[in-house]
Every structure is written in C-alpha cells, then in structure tokens.
C-alpha cells in the first residue's frame, strides 16, 4: 500500500490517506449538537416525571408499611403530611407525637411539591385491624404532571398519573 502509479495517466497517488478533513469534522459536530438539541429536553422531562412517579410509590409504600406495623405489633400510626413545607411523617400512637421519620419530598427531586389532601387535618389513621383513613394525597411537579394516591378504608392503595 506504498506508493501506487497509473503508466498510462502519468498519475502518482504516495502513500495512503489517513484521519478526517476538516469539513467532515464540522459535519459530525452539527450532527451532535442537532441531536443533543432534540434529546435533551426529552431526557429532562423523562427525569422530572420519573422523579414525581418515585414519590407517589415512595408515599404508597409508606403507607403500606404503616398499615403493616399497625397489625403486627397492635398499635396506631399515623401519617401526617405538611402541605407547606411538602414533608410528611410516619408517626407512632394516635394522639403522641412519637415520630418514626420525616420525609421531605425534596428527596426525590426538585420541584415536587404536596398539592392537597382530602384526609381530615391531612392525617391519615392506621388502625390495629389493618384498616384506614379513605382519602388522596396529589402531587405535583414543575411541569404541571400530577399523581393522586387514593386509599380506601381496607388500606389498599392506588396510584394514578398525568403527564405533561
């Protein structure tokens, strides 16, 4: 692969071309930068809603477990949430303040925040037979997408979704 030569032409081509010109360089970088434009803002919104769909299972599963420790172990718990500072917490008894943990929905991600509940003084109750509160808590993110988390009164929960 040396050097080639053509007799009848009189045309030399020495040696072999190696690397890229300068404007396949520049085509590969605008080809980069047009998918990145479109990509990125995909990838953001994918982030925030997965963030406000792993803080209503977060709220679900915590409901869950209080709903499990107020069987096994024959004592109330309660959870109680902070619409204004968009925490709650997992509460040992029924009137004490024994608090277990306090969550802050900041540990999901930036953004989401407690909209509403429909529990009486945003409390909800576990009972020692497995029993609870009926009521939702909604959520919301920065992009306007909500999640409801319902609970009916045999301590089922459902978790539902808009996204935007």
């Given at each position: 692969f040396g050097t080639i030569r053509f007799?009848?032409?009189?045309?030399?081509?020495?040696?072999?071309r190696r690397g890229f010109s300068l404007v396949e360089l520049m085509i590969v970088i605008a080809l980069i930068g047009i998918l990145s434009s479109i990509a990125i803002p995909s990838w953001n919104r994918y982030r925030q809603n997965a963030d406000l769909k792993t803080a209503a299972r977060g709220i679900a599963g915590d409901v869950f477990n209080m709903k499990?420790?107020?069987?096994?172990?024959?004592?109330?718990?309660?959870?109680?949430?902070?619409?204004?500072?968009?925490?709650?917490?997992?509460?040992?008894?029924?009137?004490?303040?024994?608090?277990?943990?306090?969550?802050?929905?900041?540990?999901?991600?930036?953004g989401i925040t407690l909209t509403k509940t429909t529990f009486t003084n945003d409390t909800v109750n576990f009972f020692?037979?497995?029993?609870?509160?009926?009521?939702?808590?909604?959520?919301?993110?920065?992009?306007e997408?909500?999640?409801?988390?319902?609970?009916?009164?045999?301590?089922?929960?459902?978790?539902?979704?808009k996204m935007q």
């Open positions: 007799r009848g032409s009189g045309m030399r081509i020495i040696g072999k499990q420790r107020a069987v096994s172990e024959q004592t109330r718990y309660r959870i109680i949430f902070d619409l204004a500072n968009h925490r709650y917490q997992l509460i040992k008894g029924s009137t004490g303040n024994d608090v277990i943990q306090t969550r802050d929905l900041s540990e999901y991600g930036p020692t037979r497995g029993t609870t509160d009926w009521g939702t808590v909604s959520l919301k993110n920065s992009r997408s909500t999640a409801t988390v319902t609970l009916n009164p045999v301590g089922r929960t459902h978790v539902s979704f």
